[in-house]
C-alpha cells in the first residue's frame, strides 16, 4: 500500500499562483512515476502533469509553460507550482502514483477553485 496526502489547494483568483504539494508513504518502489490529474466538474478526470523517479517531466497541453512539476526522491514528495491560473483550471486535484509492478494509488483530492 502506498498513502498520498495532498495539501496547498484553496480559492485562487485569476492570474494568481497555487502550489500543491504530495507525500508519498508506505511500500513505494525505486522506479515509479508521480502525478497530478484533476476533474472539473462534469467531465473526465485528465492528467495536468507527472514526473517519473528519474525526473522526467510531461505536462498537458493546457498547462505547459504556466505549471511545473518536481520532486525530492529522497522525501518521496511531488510538488504542482500551478501560475497565471485561469478559471477553466478550476478542478479537484489529485495526486497519483504508479510503478512497474502497475501498482496505481490516488490521493483524497484538493479543490482548486480560480474565480474570474
Known amino acids: 500500500q502506498v498513502q498520498l496526502v495532498e495539501s496547498g489547494g484553496g480559492l485562487v483568483q485569476a492570474g494568481g499562483s497555487l502550489r500543491l504539494s504530495c507525500a508519498a508513504s508506505g511500500n513505494i518502489f525505486s522506479s515509479n512515476v508521480l502525478g497530478w490529474y484533476r476533474q472539473a466538474p462534469g467531465k473526465q478526470r485528465e492528467l495536468v502533469a507527472a514526473?517519473?523517479?528519474?525526473?522526467?517531466?510531461n505536462y498537458a497541453d493546457s498547462v505547459k509553460g504556466r505549471f511545473t512539476i518536481a520532486r525530492d526522491n529522497a522525501k518521496n514528495t511531488v510538488w504542482l507550482q500551478m501560475n497565471s491560473l485561469k478559471p477553466e483550471d478550476t478542478a479537484v486535484y489529485y495526486c497519483?502514483?504508479?510503478?512497474?509492478?502497475?501498482?496505481?494509488?490516488w490521493g483524497q483530492g484538493t479543490q482548486v477553485p480560480v474565480s474570474s
Open positions: 514526473i517519473s523517479s528519474g525526473g522526467n517531466p
Open positions: 497519483n502514483y504508479r510503478d512497474a509492478f502497475a501498482y496505481i494509488y
